[in-house]
Nanobody
């Protein structure tokens, strides 16, 4: 059974940092692009960041560019999202995605 499990969410003050992790099991994603999405209360899920199979190419939503960094460790089948200079508008459930698979999400709450 393929699973993506996110962790690292929590409550942080504005300006703070968090590092999210997404561990994959059941299959390797080393040849696939991986991404992070988020869904804020009352809003649709939106793209946050993605990277190609090696992590050498990265893409970001304009709203997080310069503050968030996506990376991966294929040996650990893990994708990371380093989030710095967090803002209250970053509050959301963050989901990991690879191919057609999704994790259950981890909640990030940024207080003002």
């Amino acid at each position: 059974q393929v699973q993506l499990v996110e962790s690292g969410g929590g409550l942080v003050q504005a300006g703070g940092s968090l590092r999210l992790s997404c561990v994959a099991s059941g299959r390797t994603f080393s040849g696939d692009s991986m991404g992070w999405f988020r869904q804020a209360p009352g809003k649709e899920r939106e793209f946050v960041a993605s990277c190609n199979w090696s992590g050498g190419r990265t893409y970001y939503a304009d709203s997080v560019k310069g503050r968030f960094t996506i990376s991966r460790d294929n040996a650990k089948n893990t994708v990371y999202l380093q989030m710095n200079s967090l803002k209250p508008e970053d509050t959301a459930v963050y989901y990991c995605n690879g191919r057609t698979y999704w994790g259950k999400g981890t909640l990030v709450t940024v207080s003002s």
